[in-house]
């Protein structure tokens, strides 16, 4: 399996690579987006990772942001961008890795990924019910430094993955971060394939399932966050087939 965490491997795909949707048509995000970004647009909108998605530019036209900020690993993909959208000056690109985000405390009211994240879990999903500390420090790492960089006041960090809440929620559900965690279930038109939109809002309290999720003591998710090496996910019914989520995903490809 590649590395999709090299920046040599992205630089390569976008040489050849002009447009792909991993989660298939953006319109299916609309009805979500439109709840959160619709009636009150983005000041100045933050897109992690926004490789050769077309999102930045149905976000912007939709009028989800005033000025918006695409930011990704791979150079090459941000100079097609930018030919290709050099008459909209109020969109931006930048090369950056999100693992090392420059401290801007409290400067955007909107961050937004997809799929970004996805990208560290790649090669870990049958650890996930017991996840590595390197994984869980490089997860914290990225959250940490989004949480800084959204406003204190109803800033909103929007995630949109492929990992099903169960995974997911408990690298979001930390105090730390000071945000709220609301989470939509998406599919295309055969629900052959889901994906989610977590949504977390700086400012609010998690709730009480989340905290007790934090604290391990979620009647939930109650196997998250336990010691006990007896716990396996067979007794749970899983399928470990299912687990690879990124993996098994049928792609579509747009252009």
Not at 47 to 52: A, E, I, N, Q, Y
């Amino acid at each position: 399996m590649e590395d999709l965490s090299k920046q040599s491997y992205w630089n390569e795909r976008f040489l050849v690579e002009d447009s792909f949707e991993w989660f298939g048509d953006c319109s299916r995000l609309y009805p979500i987006l439109d709840i959160y970004l619709k009636s009150k647009p983005s000041l100045v909108l933050l897109h992690l990772g926004c490789g050769s998605s077309s999102l930045a530019e149905e976000m912007y036209d939709r009028k989800y942001c005033h000025m918006i900020i695409n930011v990704d690993y791979s150079y090459n993909i941000l100079d097609k961008r930018r030919s290709m959208n050099k008459n909209v000056y109020l969109i931006d690109w930048l090369t950056l890795d999100i693992r090392t985000i420059p401290l801007c405390l409290n400067s955007f009211d909107t961050i937004i990924e997809k799929g970004t994240l996805d990208v560290f879990f790649v090669g870990h999903e049958h650890h996930l019910w017991n996840p590595s500390e390197e994984l869980k420090d490089k997860i914290d790492l990225i959250l940490t430094q989004i949480s800084q960089c959204l406003q204190s006041d109803h800033g909103r960090f929007i995630s949109i993955s492929f990992q099903q809440p169960h995974f997911r929620r408990p690298f979001l559900a930390k105090q730390k971060y000071q945000w709220s965690i609301q989470v939509h279930s998406v599919s295309d038109g055969n629900e052959s394939v889901e994906y989610f939109v977590y949504v977390m809002t700086k400012g609010e309290q998690m709730n009480e399932e989340d905290q007790l999720l934090e604290q391990g003591k979620s009647t939930k998710w109650y196997w998250i966050n336990k010691t006990d090496n007896s716990i396996e996910p067979s007794k749970y019914s899983i399928d470990d087939e299912n687990d690879q989520y990124l993996s098994n995903i049928d792609l579509i490809d747009n252009e």
